[in-house]
């Protein structure tokens, strides 16, 4: 008897134990809505929009109380760019669940052949000063746009035969879904979409999704970056010791 309870026992053991590691890797990030960056209006025809300006560029977010992968992203300002048109943008402090960035967004995943046209996007042509706070040149806002314009090419649209095929400013979709665009920067979105040929560096990028608002593109901070965050906290730890000895 004895040896069969421990049997059972493990058998149960081990049905537990899968279910527990994946609750540990469940991953989140508390956002909600602050300063916007680089970005101008923008009319577009797709993602659940026909002809409606949208707010075209980077996002800029307040972050806190990460879980799992989200602890990552230090408390305080994160930047992105959205990926659900028909979404709002979230105004008060909202848990994401932070995935894969094929598996994205909610509405749709992409697949990771989309997800890898994107990193290469990011790793090519993303400018941290899109991000920086305060005012945006009229260039920098027209380049956000460009970007976030890119994105929603690749997002919605089929994969053309060729990188060459891309086109903001046409629908090339068949049937539903598809997007075009047609404004200032155009011209420099299809330039970088041409541009992409599986060579250049990717980024590493995650989506932040909650159902009922807006999911974002999110790059992973670097290793440096984090480290330094790491540093600064044990800094602070031994000033408080410091101060209370």
Not at 14 to 30: F, Q, R
Not at 116 to 125: M, P, T, V
Not at 126 to 139: I, L, R
Not at 151 to 156: A, K, N, P, S, V
Request: charged share 15%; proline share 6%.
């Amino acid at each position: 008897m004895k040896n069969t309870s421990a049997i059972i026992f493990a058998v149960l053991l081990l049905a537990i134990l899968p279910c527990t590691a994946k609750a540990n890797l469940v991953s989140t990030v508390e956002i909600w809505n602050a300063s916007p960056g680089a970005s101008k209006p923008v009319a577009v025809w797709g993602g659940g929009r026909e002809g409606v300006e949208v707010y075209a560029g980077a996002y800029m977010f307040k972050g806190t109380d990460g879980s799992g992968g989200g602890k990552i992203w230090p408390s305080g300002t994160m930047s992105g760019f959205c990926v659900e048109l028909e979404e709002p943008a979230p105004e008060i402090l909202s848990k994401y669940s932070v995935i894969p960035l094929e598996k994205g967004p909610l509405s749709g995943p992409m697949g990771t052949a989309k997800a890898e046209y994107i990193s290469e996007l990011w790793g090519r042509f993303y400018e941290p000063s899109w991000a920086s706070g305060g005012a945006y040149s009229g260039k920098q806002n027209v380049r956000a746009a460009a970007f976030a314009a890119a994105i929603w090419e690749i997002l919605y649209e089929d994969l053309p035969a060729s990188r060459l095929k891309w086109n903001v400013r046409v629908d090339g979709t068949v049937g539903a879904g598809g997007f075009h665009t047609n404004f200032a920067g155009s011209g420099l979105a299809n330039y970088w979409l041409h541009t992409l040929n599986g060579k250049g560096p990717m980024a590493d990028l995650r989506i932040l999704s909650h159902d009922g608002s807006q999911d974002y593109i999110v790059a992973v901070p670097e290793p440096t970056t984090v480290a330094l965050l790491g540093f600064g906290s044990v800094l602070s730890l031994i000033r408080r010791r410091r101060r209370t000895t």
